[in-house]
């Protein structure tokens, strides 16, 4: 299983991803989701989930078609769409042509074809984005109103970004909710874990300068570990209990009255 | 959708369910799923998710059974059985007579036959149990280390019992774990809501004394709601930022290299 996430913020974008692969529980392996693509005109972080050999297969068409622009800059690579929006419909025909060449195959086995991919970044002289691209090939974006999307496993890790993250927090919080949204699927799921790639974007650096990868044994991680978990019972404890004795009890429908 | 949970505790046993039913977004009504059937020597509690069709139906099959008891005490009912294990195995021959009325023609629909069950309680001299009954009639039970037992929408508010919650926690603070649990799924997902149907059972009580509906609006749902929200946001801010500068960049696996 995967889990990948990137946050929208005023400040930035902040992209996480996990690192762990399984086909079945007995075969997991470690496999890093996060590939981070860049000039000095455009930063784009881009993660995907599902099928490992269809999200490789799409990375590598996708940086084929970057060695043919190197001696061919009119080539259409991921580097050298207009816009953000481009960059996402680029992905989506590089999955689409997956699909063209494996989907048949994948579905006679009973697979089905699952790539999502969550693009981030930002061309010069626009705005900062982030584009969730579907196994079909089309895509959404965030917004200020929605400013996060996720990819795999993202169930587990989206109270904590509901109940804390907006557009509007600042970009060093929005790794901690980022990170905690991670740490929280992976207490959850054991097919999620680490380690975990975040990459921290500021925006108008155009820099890949805040990207770490933290080990499952990283200092920081246990620190975030522990004062969570201890933060989060400290939390229940502080919260008052209810008095069931101020309800008055409810009406309980035809249950049939026990025979005593 | 819905969201029912079982925690097994030392001290007792805490149930909680949400009561809302949709047929899509366009068709959402209140529905409680939370049913309590006790006598002297007994407390059950059944709560079920799925197809309401469905579960309405294995419910009126159980209390029909009950009706037929009431004359003939020898009749197998849910308030006869001598183990914990034979009410869960007793409730799957229920379903599995829903499954032989129903279950061809919902296929036949494209709808999936989908009864859980959550089945909690007491038999006088045995201990307290929670077992999960599944949609093919088997079932399973929760034990001092998987203590809790959820259905429905289980996975945005499992984190909070990952975390926090086991078979030693007091009753009273199961209470507002198993609270917040659906809490934290209702603003994750619309089609969980409010009212909240709780009832704690005290061991060896043979009471249903705690037994609640909170409304949407009721002042201690609000007020866990402030108190939680703000705990939260106020935990995440407590925790340190990552210092990126301590981390060595990451290997960055085969990524084509800029042109620049």
């Known amino acids: 299983m995967t889990y990948c996430l990137s946050l929208l ?29 860049h000039d000095a005109d455009r930063v784009i972080c881009l993660m995907n989930s599902g099928n490992l050999s269809l999200t490789q297969s799409a990375v590598a068409l996708i940086e084929e078609d970057m060695l043919i622009g190197r001696s061919d800059p009119g080539y259409p690579t991921l580097l ?3 816009t953000m929006y481009e960059v996402a419909r680029y992905v989506g025909t590089k999955i689409r042509e997956v699909d063209k ?16 991919s969550l693009i981030s970044g930002q061309i010069r002289g626009l705005e900062h984005q982030i584009f969730q691209v579907y196994p079909e090939g089309n ?63 500021e925006r108008d650096s155009f820099e890949v300068r805040y990207r770490v990868r933290l080990q499952g044994d990283d200092e920081y991680l ?3 570990r522990t004062l969570w978990q201890q933060g ?9 209990g209810i008095d069931f004795d101020c309800y008055v009890e409810p009406r309980t429908t035809p249950e049939v009255p026990a025979g005593s």
């Open 232 to 240: 989060l019972i400290a939390l229940v404890n502080d919260i008052p």
């Open 222 to 224: 246990q620190e975030v």
């Open 9 to 37: 913020c005023h400040e930035g974008i902040v992209c996480l991803s996990d690192s762990r692969t399984s086909a079945g529980v007995d075969n997991i392996r470690i496999q890093p989701k996060m590939r981070i693509y």
């Open 101 to 116: 060449t494996d989907r048949a195959a994948l579905q006679s086995s009973g697979l089905r074809f699952n790539i999502n």
């Open 80 to 82: 050298n769409q207009p």
């Open 139 to 201: 895509s959404v974006h965030a917004s200020i109103e929605s400013p996060f999307l996720q990819i795999g496993e993202f169930k587990y890790g989206k109270p904590i970004l509901d109940r804390g993250f907006t557009f509007h927090t600042p970009l060093a919080e929005a790794v901690k909710f980022g990170l905690l949204s991670l740490e929280t699927t992976m207490k959850s799921n054991v097919s999620v874990g680490t380690p975990f790639d975040i990459f921290c974007y």
